[in-house]
């Protein structure tokens, strides 16, 4: 057998006792469980959520949007687009138009961002998703400590925030290459459809960057006791790739093969959408899985090369 033939071996039979140790690590922390319970504090979070970052962007990034010709609220719709594959006109939901489009319409038609006591009250209930990441990440992870229940909250708040701000910046970002593709492209004598081309890798890759930061955010920070930074790497870029390839084929199979509407009429929206975060919890939970295993198995290999 040739030097590449037992490379080759090698790195099957590594990664096959990988899955298997990720397989059984999963089964033991009964991981379908675990994601309902997230997918739950994901959809009991997300409009709160959804509240603080369009108060959020108003005050932010109203006036320079203006300033630009750009409208920062398309920008978001655009950005959920890429978030939540609940396809709109002419998808296989059937819907004129997904529900985070219709919370952010039925905020922005008011015309009056959210007041204080509100905006306290939106961040003490998104609180709950990051406390229920903080619970999962304790059991996956095998972590003894705990921030208790008023620290917790208090940093769970924190999190809603910092969350809120990488969302605004996510945004900011894609204002700021509008104006530089307005007056810039034309400068360099680009076409019509390089400027396309351009702006839809831009746009695919400000959005895998920020998943894939917003991940790290939370396997890195959420627990209480802080994650090895190659930890939360390995998790964070399972998690992202994972995310791209479920956002593929879950789009695919709605305007494909499912037929929501016939089954569920009206509220196929919503339906999709509890599918939808049900299966990006499971990966997110995977993600922390595939970590962990990763960990474990490199201390392993430490304490053979020591008593060796």
């Known amino acids: 057998m040739g030097r590449a033939q037992r490379a080759a071996a090698g790195f099957w039979a590594a990664l096959k006792d ?24 994901v959809v009991a979070a997300a409009v709160p959520f959804l509240l603080i970052v369009v108060a959020l962007v108003s005050l932010t ?26 396809l709109a006109e002419g998808g296989a939901v059937g819907a004129e138009r997904n529900l985070p489009e219709e919370v952010i319409e039925g905020v922005v038609r008011r015309g009056e961002p959210i007041g204080v006591i ?13 406390g229920s990441v903080r619970a999962i ?38 204002i700021v290459f509008n104006v530089v593709k307005s007056r810039g492209f034309e400068f ?25 930061l917003l991940f790290l955010l939370l396997y890195k920070y959420v627990p209480a006791r802080r994650v090895p930074w190659r930890m939360a790497l390995t998790a964070a870029a399972f998690t992202a790739i994972c995310w791209e390839l479920l956002k593929l084929g879950f789009t ?12 569920y009429g009206g509220i196929a929206t919503l339906v999709v959408v509890v599918i939808w975060f ?23 290999r430490r304490q053979i090369e020591v008593l060796e």
């Not at 109203?62 to 959920?80: K, W």
Request: glycine letters at 6%; zero cysteines; a negative charge.
């Open 18 to 41: 990988y899955v298997v140790r990720v397989g059984e690590k999963a089964d033991d922390d009964n991981v379908f469980v675990l994601a309902s319970g997230l997918t739950f504090s």
């Open 61 to 86: 990034l109203e006036a320079a949007a203006a300033a630009a010709g750009v409208e920062p609220i398309e920008q978001l719709r655009r950005y959920l687009d890429t978030i939540v594959p609940v």
């Open 118 to 130: 509100s905006f306290v009250a939106f961040v003490w209930l998104s609180t709950r998703l990051f």
């Open 137 to 174: 990440l304790r059991e996956i992870f095998d972590l003894r400590q705990s921030r208790g229940v008023i620290q917790g909250k208090i940093f769970d708040a924190q999190m809603v925030l910092v969350s809120s701000v990488l969302v605004i910046l996510n945004i900011g970002i894609t």
């Open 188 to 212: 360099l004598g680009l076409s019509a459809e390089h400027v396309g081309v351009v702006e839809s890798i831009s746009a695919q890759s400000t959005a895998l960057l920020f998943i894939f």
């Open 252 to 263: 695919f199979y709605l305007t494909r093969v499912a037929n929501y509407t016939s089954i």
């Open 278 to 300: 049900y299966y990006l919890s499971i990966v997110f939970v995977l993600g922390a899985e595939v970590a962990q295993v990763y960990e474990l198995r490199r201390v392993r």
